[in-house]
């Protein structure tokens, strides 16, 4: 099994590579039937797992590093230079045979939700039961100019995206083949969507936009990584197919075939960090975060 791990890690080895470069990676490590989770080279100094070249990785993986999630911003900087979604399902819709409907219609429609914003997003696969959505953010003069610890852009992220999921919903009820879904196994009464990260037996009928990646060493699966549990690979989605994508699409045989179109939708375009303010004048009831 390593061996067949390592043979697609060369091949997807350097598109991943963009995403790994200048940061702390975290990483599940698989040794015999035990699965570790590992931030550190040498957690007594403090030095991060980084993975800087193709190379690293491939040594990586004969030390059974198989599943690769890097932090959402470069090393010793306090500002994220990623803005990462993670779509998740609830234990209950997670067991019904709708799961994967319902998860493609919610990415679906945050990324409309997002180009109404004027974001162009890319997307991808979790490689279990999710989708994640990313787009790029980058310092303009003004962050630049300021004291890091005057600003906490992370904050500012968690409140986009939990304000960015009552949008979400909206676009979801005016749609009536992701009601007709949805609806099989949330009541009607309850939101499709919630930002609710606690209280886990609540949302167990409810798609959670998690935003609990966008903090100081908050970490996002890579793209083209494997997934620890399913071998199924984070693989890249195109935007305007989120509904016609199915699981055959993530295994990696598929992945590896079709890489050179994969890597393509997935070019991160990059913003301003002052687009975590588009939300700022909405009038929503401010979820604890």
């Known amino acids: 099994i390593l061996e067949a791990i390592g043979a697609y890690y060369s091949s997807v080895g350097e598109a991943m590579l963009k995403f790994l470069e200048n940061r702390a990676v975290a990483?599940?490590?698989?040794?015999?039937?035990?699965?570790?989770?590992?931030?550190?080279?040498?957690?007594?100094?403090?030095?991060?797992?980084?993975?800087?070249?193709?190379?690293?990785?491939?040594?990586?993986?004969?030390?059974?590093f198989i599943d690769y999630i890097p932090c959402v911003h470069p090393?010793?900087?306090n500002v994220p230079d990623r803005l990462v979604i993670d779509m998740d399902v609830g234990d209950k819709i997670k067991a019904s045979e709708y799961w994967l409907d319902i998860v493609k219609h919610v990415a679906h429609a945050t990324v409309k939700v997002l180009r109404r914003l004027k974001i162009e997003t890319c997307v991808k696969f979790s490689?279990?039961?999710?989708?994640?959505?990313?787009?790029?953010?980058?310092?303009?003069?003004?962050?630049?100019?300021?004291?890091?610890?005057s600003r906490d852009y992370f904050a500012n992220a968690r409140k986009f995206i939990a304000r960015l999921t009552r949008l979400v919903e909206e676009e979801l009820e005016n749609t009536?083949?992701?009601?007709?879904?949805?609806?099989?196994?949330?009541?009607?009464?309850?939101p499709i969507v919630t930002s609710q990260v606690a209280h886990k037996d609540l949302r167990k009928d409810q798609v959670l936009l998690d935003w609990s990646s966008m903090k100081r060493n908050g970490v996002a699966r890579a793209p083209f990584s494997l997934?620890?549990?399913?071998?199924?690979?984070?693989?890249?989605?195109?935007?305007?197919?989120i509904m016609e994508f199915s699981i055959e699409d993530a295994k990696p045989l598929y992945v590896v075939e079709n890489l050179n179109k994969l890597k393509e939708a997935f070019e991160l375009k990059y913003y301003s960090l002052d687009v975590l303010k588009t939300l700022n004048n909405y009038s929503f009831i401010e979820y604890a975060i």
Do not use: C, Q
Request: zero cysteines.
């Open 27 to 64: 990483a599940y490590v698989v040794r015999g039937d035990t699965v570790f989770f590992v931030r550190w080279e040498s957690k007594a100094k403090r030095i991060p797992v980084t993975v800087d070249s193709l190379d690293k990785l491939l040594s990586l993986v004969e030390r059974g």
């Open 75 to 77: 090393l010793n900087e």
């Open 127 to 149: 490689g279990s039961r999710g989708f994640h959505i990313w787009f790029g953010l980058k310092k303009n003069r003004e962050s630049n100019e300021m004291p890091v610890v």
């Open 176 to 190: 009536p083949e992701a009601v007709r879904v949805a609806r099989k196994i949330i009541p009607e009464w309850k």
């Open 227 to 241: 997934h620890y549990k399913t071998a199924l690979v984070s693989v890249p989605v195109d935007p305007d197919r």
